[in-house]
């Protein structure tokens, strides 16, 4: 059965780079039929897409936060991984790592992890 | 971006009753060449991730309940619980994945 698990620092302060890392256990990180991504979720707020990842390293990246983030694959290690710089509280948010299907929906999720950003 | 919006923002139903929730896109996320409506649908219960319960619209994910039915085309779609159960308290959700950015619906919370 797939897993993914997220982890990171919890407390990342103004104007620093949040990285957090997924691993993936269960099952390859290379497969041709999903792609890797990561979401975040505001307190009591919705979801929003962040950004994806092929294993073959190609990604894909919401537009919103483009300038910031930075998506990799370690398909090694099986897993993948998401710095996002220059924070501000607005990126205070759980943050998820999932797989996504080929064609676009999420069928798998970590747990989620929350990041807080502050001094 | 395409922008869902959902409807409504919550419902209260009694148990075995229905529960029906609407999301509408901006535009159209019906693709021609295959007829397929590139909706999904989520539900969030308190504390934990997303799971998926429909893709393509109207298809429901192995070991999701009958009860869970999604329906509709185009703009406009609907996720209907025929029968609620208890642990079916959650925050309900519906994605695009017809153009990126992927996209939310800001989610319909369903209580009992």
């Known amino acids: 059965q797939l897993q993914l698990q997220e982890s990171g620092p919890g407390l990342v302060k103004p104007s620093e780079t949040l990285s957090l890392t997924c691993n993936v256990s269960g099952g390859s990180i290379s497969t041709s039929n999903y792609y890797w991504g990561w979401f975040r979720q505001s307190p009591g707020k919705g979801l929003d897409w962040i950004g994806t990842i092929f294993y073959t390293g190609t990604t894909s990246y919401n537009p919103s936060l483009k300038s910031r983030v930075t998506i990799s694959v370690d398909t090694s290690k099986n897993q993948f991984s998401l710095k996002l710089s220059s924070v501000t509280a607005a990126d205070t948010a759980v943050y998820y790592c999932?797989?996504?299907?080929?064609?676009?929906?999420?069928?798998?999720w970590g747990q989620g992890t929350l990041v807080t950003v502050s001094s | 971006d395409i922008v869902m919006t959902q409807s409504p923002d919550s419902l209260a139903v009694s148990l075995g009753e229905r529960a029906t929730i609407n999301c509408k896109s901006s535009q159209s996320v019906l693709y021609s060449s295959n007829n397929k409506n590139y909706l999904a649908w989520y539900q969030q219960r308190p504390g934990q991730p997303p799971k998926l319960l429909i893709y393509w619209a109207s298809t429901r994910e192995s070991g999701v309940p009958a009860r869970f039915t999604g329906s509709g085309s185009g703009t406009d779609f609907t996720l209907t619980i025929s029968s609620l159960q208890v642990e079916d308290v959650a925050v309900y959700y519906c994605q695009q994945y017809y153009g990126s950015p992927l996209t939310f619906g800001g989610g319909t919370k369903v209580e009992i």
């Open positions: 999932a797989r996504r299907h080929s064609s676009g929906w999420i069928d798998n």
